[in-house]
């Protein structure tokens, strides 16, 4: 049922505001020149499909309206949309690792699809097969689409698929579905964060986060680790390419209305550790992405939560989140306490105190487990209350300018 759609590389697209952004589909130039194809039913006006409209939007001054008539086919391909192709020169090749962020809307009068589980189907973003070629008549490896209960799944078919004629192949593919979204959240913005290691072999990785409204936290919705993420047939691996879609089944007869914004395709998230990246944590990496990473969580509006980082830098401020995480108030002063008294009892204190600071800086580079090995006990005690006490003091100094 998904039929597969032409390729026009486009020219490569230049420029990108921050290093780890490999491309930039935000709609900030007011049009789609920064994707590389439109695909809509062209025998309508372009602009009943696609419109850059300043309302709503999830990021910066413009989002893209798609909208999806009865009948909107692109040529004589199947399928009914309004839909833009990444570039081709950013296609996914085998090894590959990225990030990408987006946002959808979906407006509070949105009809339900409806029809058979064959034609229930509305996807808002996929990554496609090249074509043409051998994985021409497969369908796409990844896809996010919304079914006739509303949900948003993400289905996944990679692999060896060989002999996989979409999915009525009889293939040996890695192939799930998994409702990351139980009921769409309509009337308000969907956040998505996708990491991806592609592979081939059974070493890929795909997450998935998502929020919804006025939610603070993402919720890591999906986690799939070594699986392939690529599709294959023998020797040949497929590199696909991202699409930013409204396609939905030709059985549908509706008109459908979504808002885009925000695409954002990364080589990481900051300096992000990834540890920290759990299922429900501040994801402190998206101040770059969508929103800010507050205390509270992320907050869905960049330009409140900058005015909350005060006179820190977004490094500063992730640092302060750090230290105001890692020890509570009371645990903070009674380090302070400690050393202090060191520093203010004279003579055999002072030494101390001194002796500390050297050993920290000493063996400053070591991991905990290497310093525990070459120091006494009670040495390595009060060095880890000596680094203490300098987070401590780095904390205040960052509160102080907050
Ligand atoms: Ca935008
Ligand atoms: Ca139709």
Same mark, same amino acid.
């Given at each position: 049922?998904?039929?597969?759609?032409?390729?026009?590389?486009?020219?490569?697209?230049?420029?990108?505001?921050?290093?780890?952004?490999?491309?930039?589909?935000? =709609?900030?130039?007011?049009?789609?020149?920064?994707?590389?194809?439109?695909?809509?039913?062209?025998?309508?006006? $372009?602009?009943?499909?696609?419109?850059?409209?300043?309302?709503?939007?999830?990021?910066?001054?413009?989002?893209?309206?798609?909208?999806? #008539?009865? &009948?909107?086919?692109?040529?004589?391909?199947?399928?009914?949309?309004?839909?833009?192709?990444?570039?081709?020169?950013?296609?996914?090749?085998?090894?590959?690792?990225?990030?990408?962020?987006?946002?959808?809307?979906?407006?509070?009068?949105?009809?339900?699809?409806?029809?058979?589980?064959?034609?229930?189907?509305?996807?808002?973003?996929?990554?496609?097969?090249?074509?043409?070629?051998?994985?021409?008549?497969?369908?796409?490896?990844?896809?996010?689409?919304?079914?006739?209960?509303?949900?948003?799944?993400?289905?996944?078919?990679?692999?060896?698929?060989?002999?996989?004629?979409?999915?009525?192949?009889?293939?040996?593919?890695?192939?799930?579905?998994?409702?990351?979204?139980?009921?769409?959240?309509?009337?308000?913005?969907?956040?998505?964060?996708?990491?991806?290691?592609?592979?081939?072999?059974?070493?890929?990785?795909?997450? !998935?986060?998502?929020?919804?409204?006025?939610?603070?936290?993402?919720?890591?919705?999906?986690?799939?680790?070594?699986?392939?993420?690529?599709?294959?047939?023998?020797?040949?691996?497929?590199?696909?390419?991202?699409?930013?879609?409204?396609?939905?089944?030709?059985?549908?007869?509706?008109?459908?209305?979504?808002?885009?914004?925000?695409?954002?395709?990364?080589?990481? !998230?900051?300096?992000?550790?990834?540890?920290?990246?759990?299922?429900?944590?501040?994801?402190?990496?998206?101040? $770059?992405?969508?929103?800010?990473?507050?205390?509270?969580?992320?907050?869905?509006?960049?330009?409140?939560?900058? &005015?909350? #980082?005060?006179?820190?830098?977004?490094?500063?401020?992730?640092?302060?989140?750090?230290?105001?995480?890692?020890?509570?108030?009371? +645990?903070?002063?009674?380090?302070?306490?400690?050393?202090?008294?060191?520093?203010?009892? %004279?003579?055999?204190?002072? !030494?101390? =105190?001194?002796?500390? /600071?050297?050993?920290?800086?000493?063996? /400053?580079?070591?991991?905990?487990?290497?310093?525990? %090995?070459?120091?006494?006990?009670?040495?390595?005690?009060?060095?880890?209350?000596? /680094?203490?006490?300098?987070?401590?003091?780095?904390?205040? +100094?960052?509160?102080?300018?907050?």
């Amino acid at each position: 049922m998904y039929k597969i759609i032409g390729v026009v590389l486009g020219l490569l697209i230049a420029s990108n505001a921050m290093a780890n952004v490999v491309f930039n589909g935000d =709609f900030e130039t007011g049009d789609h020149s920064q994707w590389d194809e439109l695909e809509w039913n062209t025998s309508r006006p $372009e602009a009943e499909q696609f419109e850059i409209v300043t309302s709503p939007k999830r990021e910066g001054q413009y989002s893209a309206k798609m909208t999806v #008539h009865d &009948g909107d086919e692109f040529e004589s391909t199947g399928g009914e949309r309004v839909q833009l192709e990444r570039p081709g020169t950013y296609n996914e090749n085998d090894g590959d690792e990225y990030w990408y962020s987006w946002s959808t809307y979906f407006p509070s009068d949105w009809q339900n699809l409806t029809g058979s589980p064959d034609d229930d189907w509305l996807l808002i973003a996929d990554w496609h097969s090249t074509n043409p070629g051998p994985f021409e008549d497969v369908c796409q490896p990844l896809q996010f689409e919304i079914n006739g209960q509303n949900q948003i799944i993400v289905r996944m078919i990679t692999g060896n698929v060989e002999g996989y004629d979409c999915y009525d192949g009889p293939g040996t593919a890695n192939y799930f579905d998994q409702v990351i979204v139980d009921s769409l959240n309509l009337g308000e913005w969907n956040d998505f964060v996708v990491h991806i290691k592609w592979k081939a072999d059974n070493t890929g990785l795909l997450e !998935v986060w998502h929020k919804s409204g006025n939610e603070t936290n993402f919720t890591r919705v999906l986690n799939r680790e070594n699986i392939p993420t690529l599709q294959y047939i023998g020797a040949n691996i497929d590199s696909p390419y991202f699409i930013l879609a409204h396609y939905r089944s030709e059985q549908q007869s509706h008109t459908s209305v979504l808002y885009q914004d925000g695409f954002k395709q990364m080589s990481s !998230v900051g300096d992000l550790d990834e540890a920290d990246f759990s299922a429900t944590d501040c994801l402190t990496g998206l101040p $770059e992405i969508i929103g800010t990473c507050s205390s509270e969580g992320v907050s869905s509006d960049s330009s409140v939560s900058n &005015g909350s #980082h005060g006179n820190l830098s977004k490094k500063e401020y992730r640092a302060y989140k750090h230290y105001k995480k890692k020890y509570h108030k009371n +645990k903070y002063k009674k380090i302070y306490k400690k050393v202090r008294s060191w520093k203010k009892g %004279r003579g055999k204190g002072v !030494v101390h =105190f001194n002796k500390i /600071k050297l050993e920290y800086k000493l063996f /400053k580079g070591l991991s905990k487990s290497e310093l525990k %090995r070459f120091l006494p006990q009670n040495v390595y005690d009060d060095v880890m209350t000596y /680094k203490a006490y300098r987070g401590y003091k780095k904390y205040k +100094k960052l509160k102080s300018r907050k």
